[in-house]
């Protein structure tokens, strides 16, 4: 899976010289917490809810509330928008675009063709995957299992649950205890609970939950 195939786009986007309360105003209305800043069609920023937020004018406790509100209304985007831009591309892999965005400690990227922006993908797309990646939406056997970091473990489980007629809906790989192990957690139809922990607890190192559900 890659970024073009989950970024919200059309973006929307807006020019630095918009000022901050309209560009929070249009915000609220298009139920957005940032967009990328382009003059030209060349990106040159971007910004957030928060950086609008946080816009004040400089000595603003000396100020009246309306001397304060005027001025307030007279900063423009370009004066609060970040414009050092973390961007991917549409062929950037999703969990590696998910990386960037941790490492970097944000919380959207906008997505380049070339010089191009073509979308945006935020906190709120990576998290839509979540749900889908767990099989969140489909019922079956939900496993949770510590084994071991070696060669053919997969391979042993997968052909046990096959071979009695199960299927694996989703799975999920995730740092164990130490580097010796690794967590699963997966979901598996067409066997029940206890077919399912028959076939998969001679095959692990614990069984750290199993359950039957729907949306989970």
């Known amino acids: 899976m890659f970024v073009g195939d989950r970024m919200s786009h059309p973006v929307i986007t807006v020019p630095p010289e918009m000022p901050v309360v309209e560009a929070l105003n249009m915000m609220h209305r298009e139920h957005i917490r940032r967009a990328p800043v382009?003059?030209?069609?060349?990106?040159?920023?971007?910004?957030?809810?928060?950086?609008?937020?946080?816009?004040?004018?400089?000595?603003?406790?000396?100020?009246s509330v309306w001397e304060i509100n005027y001025l307030v209304?007279?900063?423009?985007?370009?004066?609060?928008?970040?414009?050092?831009?973390?961007?991917?591309?549409?062929?950037?892999?999703?969990e590696e675009a998910a990386r960037i965005m941790l490492d970097h400690k944000i919380g959207g990227a906008?997505?380049?063709?070339?010089?191009t922006i073509v979308g945006i993908?935020?906190?709120?797309?990576l998290f839509k995957i979540f749900p889908e990646l767990m099989g969140a939406r489909r019922m079956g056997v939900?496993?949770?299992a510590l084994i071991k970091d070696e060669p053919g473990q997969l391979a042993r489980l997968t052909k046990a649950i096959a071979t009695q007629g199960g299927n694996f809906v989703a799975f999920g790989?995730?740092?164990?205890?130490?580097?010796?192990?690794?967590l699963i957690t997966c979901k598996v139809d067409g066997l029940n609970e206890s077919q399912v922990q028959g076939i998969m607890e001679p095959?692990?190192?614990?069984?750290v939950d199993i359950r039957t559900c729907m949306n989970c």
């Open 203 to 207: 095959l692990v190192l614990r069984l």
């Open 73 to 94: 209304s007279k900063i423009l985007v370009r004066e609060v928008m970040a414009t050092n831009v973390i961007t991917v591309s549409e062929g950037t892999p999703i």
């Open 110 to 115: 906008p997505v380049m063709r070339g010089e």
């Open 142 to 144: 939900r496993v949770t």
């Open 38 to 63: 382009v003059k030209d069609g060349k990106l040159v920023g971007i910004v957030s809810d928060k950086d609008l937020l946080n816009a004040s004018p400089s000595a603003a406790t000396t100020l």
């Open 121 to 125: 993908i935020t906190e709120t797309d």
């Open 173 to 182: 790989m995730f740092s164990g205890e130490d580097s010796s192990n690794y």
